[in-house]
């Protein structure tokens, strides 16, 4: 008979066999158990909290479960699966949560993003990955967005816009008031240009904005300057919110100048045209499409549009600039806007 099973069957003979706690008279052969199962029980504990890497193979640094208690308590490079037991992150963590320089990637293996973490969220510099692995942007990130001066890439890893960013989106007021070779230079990617008399606009396709651009020859500033910016997404960034509703947008701007409607300018009829193009949707359906004839490869005239249709808008101001947005109907979404 093993020394443990001779311990467990020890019954108590005398005064000696007994241990005092308190008031009580506890078994010492009980007490011995209850050690050996807590010891037991630490161990296997124990086990299943210690890094991967130190039960398998080594790696020069830890490997945890997402859920490990033990990464609660580490510093450090490690290694963390997730709950299928891909790798997503390997880089600096810090009580659990990643903090400092590493890199995220999906089930596939595939990289996501390589940079600057904190809090688990995107922090500072880095760079996110296409799923074909090329980049698709890099610079600064804030609480886990795109923020600050970056570079955009298409998938075929061509740059394609180089500016600010804010809330994951460019910085579209900086587009306005520019002379169109400074635009050329930051944006790169496809466009298609829609020309009229002493105006066009500029469709920047990767960016999903266009530009009006007049004719500035006989001012003082001379050459093609911006004077708008079309955003063609039916919400507008603020935070980690996206503003659709129009209380939303009255709450986010400073005062509402006007609402009401208007009637339809060459620079709505081209980025509704643009719209159906991209999206497939029939918005603004009682509207007659554009007519456009191609001068040159992209380059086309806008040689009639619906001049006389009424489109509902709202226009507020903020920080010096006018935001108006483009309904089908009052009550209804947006579908663009237009910053001037």
């Known amino acids: 008979m093993s020394a ?3 311990l467990a069957s020890l019954r108590p003979r005398d005064e000696d066999d007994y241990c005092h706690f308190l008031r009580w008279r506890i078994s010492r052969p009980l007490v011995h158990r ?14 299943l909290t ?18 490990s208690a033990g990464l609660r308590f580490y510093k450090g490079k490690a290694e963390i699966r997730a709950r299928s037991g891909y790798t997503a992150y390997v880089g600096d ?101 829609y020309e009229q008399p002493g105006e066009m606009f500029v469709f920047m396709e990767d960016i999903g904005a266009a530009y009006h651009a007049e004719d500035g020859s006989e001012t003082l500033n001379g050459g093609w300057v911006s004077t708008g910016v079309y955003v063609l997404r039916s919400d507008l960034p603020s935070g980690e919110e ?51 004839v191609e001068r040159l490869e992209d380059v086309f005239e806008i040689t009639d549009y619906e001049e006389d249709y009424e489109i509902y808008i709202r226009t507020y101001e903020k920080s010096g600039m006018q935001y108006t947005f483009f309904y089908e109907e009052p009550e209804g979404r947006f579908y663009f806007y237009y910053i001037s």
């Not at 970056?150 to 075929?156: D, F, Q, S, T, V």
């Open 4 to 6: 443990i099973k001779k």
């Open 34 to 47: 209850i050690f050996l199962l807590l010891f037991g029980l630490s161990a296997v504990y124990l086990l």
């Open 50 to 67: 210690l890094p991967a890497g130190l039960r398998g193979r080594m790696k020069g640094y830890p490997v945890y479960r997402y859920d």
């Open 93 to 193: 963590v810090e009580k659990g949560i990643a903090k400092g320089a590493g890199s995220l990637y999906n089930r596939e293996g595939r990289k996501v993003y390589q940079g600057e973490f904190d809090n688990n969220r995107y922090e500072g510099q880095g760079t996110q990955y296409w799923q074909n692995g090329s980049r698709q942007y890099e610079g600064a990130f804030e609480n886990g967005m795109r923020s600050g001066e970056g570079i955009l890439y298409n998938e075929r890893g061509s740059e394609v816009f180089a500016g600010r960013f804010q809330f994951d989106a460019p910085l579209y007021e900086e587009l306005v008031g520019k002379k169109t070779e400074e635009l050329s230079q930051m944006y790169q990617g496809d466009r298609t240009v």
């Open 242 to 292: 996206r503003l659709e509703a129009p209380e939303q947008l009255e709450e986010h701007f400073d005062n509402l100048c006007y609402e009401g409607s208007t009637y339809l300018a060459a620079g709505e009829a081209a980025s509704i045209f643009c719209l159906r193009q991209s999206t497939g949707e029939e918005i603004f359906q009682d509207m007659q499409e554009a007519e456009l």
